[in-house]
């Protein structure tokens, strides 16, 4: 019964920066981890990042590392993505999701929200 919305996709060229929000209905939200993940057209939906129940610790793909930065404000409910630098290839569907526990597993996720899109051109 968590409800979960995305927000803050667009256009962005590259080198720029974007920075995504996920809020959750949940009253219990700081109990969950909180996992981004993309897909683009004809491809999977594939694994972004994660941040555990209590922000402390964070886990991203080989492509993400290093440019996108996640982040959680219990407080508010809301868990963030920071794209910095996006490269065309990042244009997808950024999707956020609650788990019970910190993976890289999207079947391991229970909620989602229902995407933003984010497009990055040259």
């Known amino acids: 019964q968590v409800q979960l919305a995305e927000s803050g996709g667009g256009l962005v060229q590259a080198g720029g920066s974007l920075r995504l929000s996920c809020v959750a209905s949940a009253r219990t939200f700081s109990s969950y981890a909180m996992g981004w993940f993309r897909q683009a057209p004809g491809k999977e939906r594939g694994f972004v990042g994660a941040?555990?129940?209590?922000?402390?610790?964070?886990y991203y793909s080989d492509s993400a590392k290093g440019r996108f930065t996640i982040s959680r404000d219990n407080d508010r409910n809301t868990v963030y993505l920071h794209m910095n630098s996006p490269k065309p290839e990042d244009t997808a569907v950024y999707y956020c999701?609650?788990?019970?526990?910190?993976?890289?597993?999207?079947?391991?996720?229970?909620?989602w929200g229902q995407g933003t899109q984010v497009t990055v051109f040259s």
């Open positions: 999701a609650a788990a019970p526990f910190y993976t890289d597993d999207l079947r391991a996720y229970d909620y």
């Open positions: 941040i555990d129940w209590s922000g402390g610790s964070t």
